[in-house]
Nanobody
Framework: QVQLVESGGGLVQSGESLRLSCAAS????????MGWYRQVPGKQRDLVAS???????KYGDSVNGRFTISRDNPNNAVYLRMNNLKPDDTGIYYC???????????WGQGTQVTVSS
């Protein structure tokens, strides 16, 4: 069974930084895309950032150059460095992975990020 375990969320003030981490474990033969979505109550999950196994990166519209996604392919891990955080960045951040041989997206349990003004 494949699992994604996230860490790094928390409560910070506006302008501060956080680094989220996510690692996949279990029987894994390869990982295609990995990334992060954010969800706030009453709304759908929105893309924050994604990165392919070859390093192609996409960012959501709200990032505006403040976040950096990276990954560690040998360890099936993905990271999100978030700088200059704003209250609108508040939400639950979910890590996801598209894993070879598994025909559905795997999601982490979510980590809460709260940014106070």
């Amino acid at each position: 069974q494949v699992q994604l375990v996230e860490s790094g969320g928390g409560l910070v003030q506006s302008g501060e930084s956080l680094r989220l981490s996510c690692a996949a474990s279990g029987r894994i033969s390869g990982v295609y895309d990995m990334g992060w979505y954010r969800q706030v109550p009453g709304k759908q999950r929105d893309l924050v950032a994604s990165i392919s196994v070859g390093g192609i990166i996409k960012y959501g519209d709200s990032v505006n150059g403040r976040f950096t996604i990276s990954r560690d392919n040998p360890n099936n891990a993905v990271y999100l460095r978030m700088n200059n955080l704003k209250p609108d960045d508040t939400g639950i951040y979910y890590c996801y992975a598209d894993i070879r041989g598994i025909y559905e997206i795997i999601w982490g349990q979510g980590t809460q990020v709260t940014v106070s003004s």
